[in-house]
């Protein structure tokens, strides 16, 4: 659970964490590499904490995006928003971390599927998908991307506090974190190392129907409980335009507003909508940049609001 830890597949599957009384004293700490150092350390805050301090003090927007709903178009809008940011201004820097331990899609969803992450000596080197353009996954450690990741909270913690504590990202504008659906491991995790090191705050991805908006309003409860700013809301597969007849249907139909509503009830940001294209399905499957390749497309050209939104939030709290 160190920085020492070579490898994170050496992290005990049952491991107690470095906070807990019986840090390096539990049974499962045996023949662990960091058993002597949790079990010497005071059980106290975390010492992670500080070193993800330091380790993103280079980086400027650190944004986890989060949904309540599972498959809501999350990862997608993650990929989406940072081949925008990236797009926009080839000056900055901009990296996506796909916390999401158990299911990775960024490596497939980025087109860096096969790619692997080499160590240096000043830490794990991500994967550049471009120049300005860099992605860190749990999917890139996987001997195969159909290996299933069963782990428990606190090895799920382990692994989120070594990408975050020993990537070497370099300078950054924009960190953008995919996380899991929901509140979980993941999510008190990534709160906890990220509570010293300035976390801009969060975006929260979420379909029209009310079924999504209902845990969406949990996201954002969960975000006040923990303090983190929301910086906005994207509803994302809004309309499907037919690429036929051009009629446009909704497919989730917003039966209570849909999400810029709530937003106004909340008093949240709506960054904007994105329509459901098809097209957009197929690129994401085969990794292919459509912002590049489709500037025209709908989808593109209300992601380029959004994201002229999202930066005009994240700068506010520069000043
Ligand atoms: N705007 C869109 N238009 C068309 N297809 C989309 C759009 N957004 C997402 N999708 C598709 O919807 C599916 C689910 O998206 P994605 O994997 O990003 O969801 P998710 O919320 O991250 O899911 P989970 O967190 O449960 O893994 C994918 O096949 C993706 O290509």
């Excluded at 990296?95 to 830490?123: F, K, T, W, Y």
């Excluded at 992605?135 to 909270?153: E, H, K, Q, T, Y």
Aim: proline fraction near 7%; charge should be negative.
């Amino acid at each position: 659970m160190a920085s020492t830890v070579e490898n994170p597949t050496n992290i005990p599957e049952h491991c107690p964490g470095t906070d807990s009384a019986n840090a390096g004293k539990a049974s499962a700490c045996a023949g662990c590499p960091n058993q002597q150092i949790c079990a010497s350390g005071p059980a106290g805050p975390d010492p992670g904490i500080q070193l993800v301090k330091e380790r993103l003090e280079q980086v400027r927007n650190k944004v986890l995006v989060l949904s309540g709903k599972g498959g809501v178009g999350k990862s997608t809008v993650t990929a989406m928003l940072s081949r925008s940011l990236a797009a926009r201004d080839k000056d900055s820097n901009v990296a996506v971390l796909d916390i999401d331990i158990c299911g990775p899609s960024q490596p497939r969803v980025m087109g860096v599927l096969n790619e692997q992450v080499h160590q240096s000596g000043s830490g794990w080197s991500p994967v550049y998908v471009d120049d300005n353009l860099s992605v860190m996954s749990i999917g890139f450690l996987l001997s195969s991307p159909d290996d299933a990741v069963i782990w428990r909270g606190p090895k799920k913690n382990g692994m989120i506090r070594q990408f975050l504590s020993e990537v070497d990202w370099g300078n950054l504008d924009y960190l953008l974190m995919d996380t899991p659906p929901g509140t979980s491991d993941e999510h008190l995790s990534a709160s906890t190392y990220l509570s010293q090191a300035g976390l801009t705050g969060a975006v929260i991805v979420t379909t029209p129907q009310e079924v999504a908006l209902l845990d969406v309003r949990k996201e954002i409860d969960f975000c006040k409980k923990v303090k983190i700013r929301v910086l906005g809301v994207v509803e994302n597969m809004s309309i499907f335009v037919c690429p036929c007849c051009k009629r446009l249907s909704e497919i989730f139909p917003a039966t209570t507003g849909g999400a810029k509503k709530m937003c106004e009830e909340l008093n949240v940001p709506f960054l904007g909508s994105l329509p459901l294209d098809p097209t957009v399905a197929r690129y994401c499957d085969e990794g292919k940049d459509f912002i590049s390749e489709l500037p025209n497309s709908p989808v593109v050209q209300a992601l380029g609001e959004i994201v002229k939104k999202l930066v005009t939030v994240c700068e506010s709290r520069e000043e």
